[in-house]
């Protein structure tokens, strides 16, 4: 990630509807320069509503968004792609109809790793090798934002590696990242930022560290209320909290040698401290099951 923290993307109240089906209710999100944003939400939540919307392809029926660079790629649906055509005559033919040079056209190439594979028939590739093409076509022209809709949806584990690699690097070059993803478990790895969308209404936007909350240290030690006296002074009274086998403490990973000093030194047997994160995933179903109880929204103007 860059330093600078001025936002590339900003949407207001950015609202779509089809007849009386809310597909985007007010969504106001950011995404900073640099960053590789993660748009999270289950299938038909409104991801790429907003994401076409943002790039202007689908008229918002209420709400503003901006964009802050000067050039945008994306890969929101399959690019139309001619099967009989070589990966590289097919990125010739956009470069050309686009004003980009040849030369474009190989850099993108190897930068998503398909420059040995550039005169292969577009047909023979694999899903995986497709959809980095598109990612390919989205490069050209080196833009400074560059979206993409799903982009491991479909691949097989080393697809989506390969494509989880690819969106890194992306950012490590400088280039800031959207895309959106259904996939929890992906978007905790290669993210630095996440809005949560769920029915059409942002839920959450924060960084991945954030909404995961802070650590815990889980303890088995015994006496077990001794031990819960000792964690209770170091961790708070609300930091502490009994589980099926033990205690966990919301202290970070570094605290685990002073609290089993602690614990030893209280004449406690230590037999076991480990160290746990909640993941996304929980997060997201505390979430999207809490939302069902929000209250009534106001209806749309
Ligand atoms: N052109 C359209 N006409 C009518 N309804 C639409 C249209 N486009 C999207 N919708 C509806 O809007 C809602 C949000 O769809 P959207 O495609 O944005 O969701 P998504 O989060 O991208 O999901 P997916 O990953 O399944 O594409 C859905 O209920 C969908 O059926």
Same mark, same amino acid.
Do not use: W
């Given at each position: 990630?860059?330093? %600078?923290?001025?936002?590339?993307?900003?949407?207001e109240?950015?609202?779509?509807?089809?007849?009386?089906?809310?597909?985007?209710?007010?969504?106001?999100?950011?995404?900073?320069?640099?960053?590789?944003?993660?748009f999270?939400?289950?299938?038909?939540?409104?991801?790429?509503? %907003?994401?076409?919307?943002?790039l202007?392809?689908?008229?918002?029926t209420?709400?503003? +968004?901006?964009i802050?660079?000067?050039?945008v790629?994306?890969?929101i649906?399959?690019?139309? =792609?001619h099967p009989?055509?070589s990966?590289?005559?097919?990125?010739? %033919?956009?470069?050309?109809?686009r004003? =980009?040079?040849?030369? *474009?056209?190989d850099r993108?190439?190897?930068?998503? $790793?398909?420059?040995?594979?550039?005169?292969?028939?577009?047909?023979?590739?694999?899903?995986?090798?497709?959809?980095?093409?598109?990612?390919?076509?989205?490069?050209? !022209?080196?833009?400074?934002?560059?979206v993409?809709? *799903?982009?491991?949806?479909?691949?097989?584990? +080393?697809?989506?590696?390969?494509?989880?690699?690819?969106?890194?690097?992306? +950012?490590?070059?400088?280039q800031?990242?959207?895309?959106?993803?259904h996939?929890?478990?992906?978007?905790?790895?290669?993210?630095?930022?996440?809005?949560v969308?769920?029915? !059409?209404?942002?839920?959450? *936007?924060s960084?991945?560290?954030?909404?995961?909350?802070?650590?815990?240290?889980?303890?088995?030690?015994?006496?077990?209320?001794? +031990?819960?006296?000792?964690a209770?002074?170091?961790?708070?009274?609300?930091?502490?909290?009994?589980?099926h086998?033990?205690l966990?403490?919301?202290?970070?990973? $570094?605290?685990?040698?002073?609290?089993?000093?602690?614990?030893?030194?209280?004449?406690?047997?230590?037999?076991?401290?480990?160290? %746990? *994160?909640?993941?996304?995933?929980?997060? =997201? =179903?505390?979430?999207?099951?809490?939302?069902?109880?929000l209250?009534?929204?106001?209806?749309?103007?």
């Open positions: 990630m860059n330093t %600078t923290h001025s936002p590339v993307v900003a949407t109240a950015l609202t779509k509807t089809y007849g009386d089906r809310v597909a985007v209710d007010r969504v106001s999100m950011t995404v900073q320069r640099g960053e590789v944003y993660g999270l939400g289950p299938n038909g939540a409104g991801k790429t509503t %907003t994401l076409r919307m943002l202007g392809l689908v008229r918002p209420a709400g503003t +968004a901006s802050d660079v000067d050039r790629g994306a890969l649906e399959g690019p139309g =792609f009989y055509l990966g590289r005559d097919n990125l010739r %033919t956009m470069a050309r109809y004003g =980009f040079p040849d030369s *474009e056209v993108v190439l190897e930068r998503v $790793d398909l420059a040995g594979r550039g005169a292969d028939k577009y047909k023979g590739y694999s899903l995986g090798m497709k959809q980095r093409l598109g990612v390919g076509a989205a490069l050209m !022209g080196d833009p400074a934002l560059i993409l809709d *799903e982009p491991t949806n479909g691949l097989d584990p +080393a697809g989506m590696a390969d494509m989880r690699a690819l969106v890194v690097d992306l +950012a490590r070059g400088g800031t990242v959207l895309l959106s993803s996939l929890l478990a992906e978007v905790q790895e290669i993210c630095d930022r996440v809005g969308i769920d029915h !059409g209404t942002l839920l959450l *936007e960084t991945v560290a954030e909404m995961r909350g802070g650590s815990s240290l889980h303890v088995r030690a015994t006496p077990e209320p001794a +031990a819960l006296t000792v209770m002074r170091l961790a708070g009274d609300d930091g502490v909290r009994r589980t086998d033990g966990s403490l919301d202290l970070p990973a $570094d605290a685990a040698p002073h609290v089993t000093r602690e614990l030893v030194a209280a004449g406690i047997d230590v037999h076991e401290i480990t160290h %746990t *994160e909640r993941s996304l995933e929980e997060v =997201f =179903f505390e979430m999207t099951a809490g939302a069902a109880t209250p009534e929204k106001e209806p749309l103007s």
